[in-house]
């Protein structure tokens, strides 16, 4: 299906990178000791030590530079900026774990830091989660406590985000972008996370979020998709709508459109029993691809027969009721041709119009009749049956009245109604044992039978 976002390392040292206030650089240097008397104090001593750490380019040596650091200072006050140092190096070494533990660490010191830097720790939570279920999907990707944990993380974000001050050297629109940005990841990695920790109606919840900002965004159409068919019970209108967004969405490869697109179809023969005339599965479906690429929310009026729906219209189904169903046409006409089409009906009663005998098959050109006065009104065939493995039916006569069996297979409808059926078999008793031979009278009105 559609490829999953990835979050990588060099990403979450992105996220950590930030331009939001003074808190939003992992990198951002603590003013001297007493440049300031308003700022927090620290020893000159402490200061230097914070700076040999901030120094470190190698991951790992930063780490243990940093450790000395809080072993010696444990309740300094560049605590804020030493959980983003933490963080930086350990996204380096795509220690997930022990990106989110600092994260966290630095959104607890709450209102000892300024929103950015709450934020920066709330989205770089997020942001480590959302790589950790891509390197580890089998593992953190059901973790049901770290989908949780990422949840609350994404929620405390976007409430957060409102308070972040613009930077002075961002002009409005650009802020303005990347404000929706934040947004989509967000909603985004939320939705994945609710996935995982079973919170369906949540997921969907996001992925209409993620998709009020970006309307064109195949992934999550997709994955929304996904949402509604595992809420209980099933939205399977929603689900097949959304996935059908996916598929037309103009920001999908091409194989991946095709790729979801063969899902779908799956998806709706699977709905509806398995639907045997491929051809209607294939119409029910460029019907809704037509319709969903022109609009993000599906109309209440939409709907897809299901199986059930199929099987309350075999109920006492004959081919008489069948025809009768097919030229009144609307939605009944549509369930009952999904219905029928494909069944076999025994012993079909017809007047023979024409005989066109062939090399592999014969076809007839048939008139259906439920009584003497239509038999004898019936000049021109509404149905036409192929014969195969049955070559004596070739002795079948114009005018003659027969039974058959077969299978529907398609139908002209009205004005030209007309009836087309494929493995047909003659009943042996209406066929001529010679060529002249007599025919039979025509039948009188038997009992319509079900199609088997």
């Known amino acids: 299906?559609?490829?999953?976002?990835?979050?990588?390392?060099?990403?979450?040292?992105?996220?950590?990178?930030?331009?939001?206030?003074?808190?939003?650089?992992?990198?951002?240097?603590?003013?001297?000791?007493?440049?300031?008397?308003?700022?927090?104090?620290?020893?000159?001593?402490?200061?230097?030590?914070?700076?040999?750490?901030?120094?470190?380019k190698v991951p790992a040596t930063l780490i243990k530079c940093l450790d000395d650091f809080v072993s010696k200072y444990p309740n300094s006050?560049?605590?804020n900026y030493v959980y983003q140092l933490y963080s930086q190096a350990y996204g380096a070494q795509k220690n997930y774990q022990k990106v989110i533990e600092n994260a966290d660490k630095l959104a607890a010191m709450g209102d000892k830091v300024d929103a950015g830097t709450r934020f920066t720790a709330y989205y770089t939570h997020v942001a480590a989660y959302s790589a950790l279920i891509t390197d580890q999907p089998k593992t953190a990707g059901v973790d049901p406590a770290l989908a949780k944990a990422a949840e609350d993380a994404a929620a405390?974000?976007?409430?957060?985000?409102?308070?972040?001050?613009?930077?002075?050297?961002?002009?409005?629109?650009?802020?303005?972008?990347?404000?929706?940005?934040?947004?989509?990841?967000?909603?985004?990695?939320?939705?994945?996370?609710?996935?995982?920790?079973?919170?369906?109606?949540?997921?969907?919840a996001d992925?209409?979020?993620?998709?009020?900002?970006?309307?064109?965004?195949?992934?999550?159409?997709?994955?929304?998709?996904l949402a509604y068919m595992c809420l209980n019970p099933p939205?399977?209108?929603?689900?097949?709508?959304?996935?059908?967004?996916?598929?037309?969405?103009?920001?999908?490869?091409q194989a991946q459109s095709a790729k979801v697109k063969d899902y779908l179809r799956k998806l709706i023969a699977n709905y509806q029993?398995?639907?045997?005339?491929?051809?209607?599965?294939?119409?029910?479906?460029?019907?809704?691809?037509?319709?969903?690429?022109?609009?993000?929310?599906?109309?209440?009026?939409?709907?897809?027969?299901?199986?059930?729906d199929l099987t309350v219209a075999q109920k006492d189904m004959t081919i008489l009721t069948v025809i009768t169903d097919l030229k009144a046409g609307g939605d009944k006409g549509k369930v009952t041709w999904l219905a029928s089409c494909g069944l076999e009906f025994p012993d079909t009663l017809a007047k023979v119009i024409e005989v066109a005998p062939g090399t592999d098959a014969i076809v007839l050109k048939l008139a259906f009749v439920t009584s003497d006065a239509e038999f004898?009104?019936?000049?021109?065939?509404?149905?036409?049956?192929?014969?195969?493995?049955?070559?004596?039916?070739?002795?079948?006569?114009?005018?003659?009245?027969?039974?058959?069996?077969?299978?529907?297979?398609?139908?002209?409808?009205d004005p030209a109604f007309f009836l087309h059926w494929d493995k047909a078999k003659v009943?042996?008793?209406?066929?001529?044992?010679?060529?002249?031979?007599?025919?039979?009278?025509?039948?009188?009105?038997?009992?319509?039978?079900k199609p088997s």
């Open 207 to 225: 992925y209409k979020a993620v998709l009020a900002l970006n309307p064109d965004d195949a992934i999550s159409s997709y994955r929304l998709g």
């Open 77 to 79: 006050t560049l605590l």
């Open 1 to 56: 299906m559609i490829g999953t976002r990835r979050m990588t390392g060099v990403a979450i040292l992105a996220a950590l990178c930030l331009i939001i206030g003074s808190g939003a650089s992992a990198k951002a240097q603590a003013p001297a000791a007493g440049q300031d008397a308003a700022a927090p104090k620290y020893t000159m001593a402490e200061y230097n030590a914070y700076q040999a750490c901030a120094a470190e």
């Open 235 to 253: 939205q399977q209108m929603d689900a097949f709508w959304s996935i059908a967004r996916a598929v037309t969405s103009k920001s999908a490869t």
């Open 376 to 413: 004898d009104a019936a000049t021109t065939p509404n149905m036409d049956a192929k014969i195969v493995g049955q070559p004596d039916a070739a002795r079948v006569e114009k005018d003659s009245a027969i039974h058959f069996t077969g299978t529907l297979t398609s139908y002209d409808p």
């Open 273 to 308: 029993g398995g639907t045997v005339c491929d051809s209607l599965t294939d119409a029910e479906l460029n019907e809704l691809l037509q319709l969903a690429s022109s609009s993000a929310d599906r109309p209440g009026s939409y709907t897809i027969p299901s199986a059930a």
């Open 156 to 204: 405390a974000a976007l409430k957060t985000l409102p308070d972040v001050k613009k930077p002075d050297n961002v002009t409005d629109d650009a802020w303005a972008k990347q404000v929706t940005q934040f947004k989509v990841f967000l909603e985004g990695v939320a939705a994945q996370a609710a996935t995982a920790a079973k919170d369906c109606a949540g997921a969907v």
């Open 427 to 449: 009943k042996e008793e209406d066929i001529p044992k010679e060529k002249g031979a007599p025919k039979k009278p025509a039948a009188k009105k038997p009992a319509a039978k």
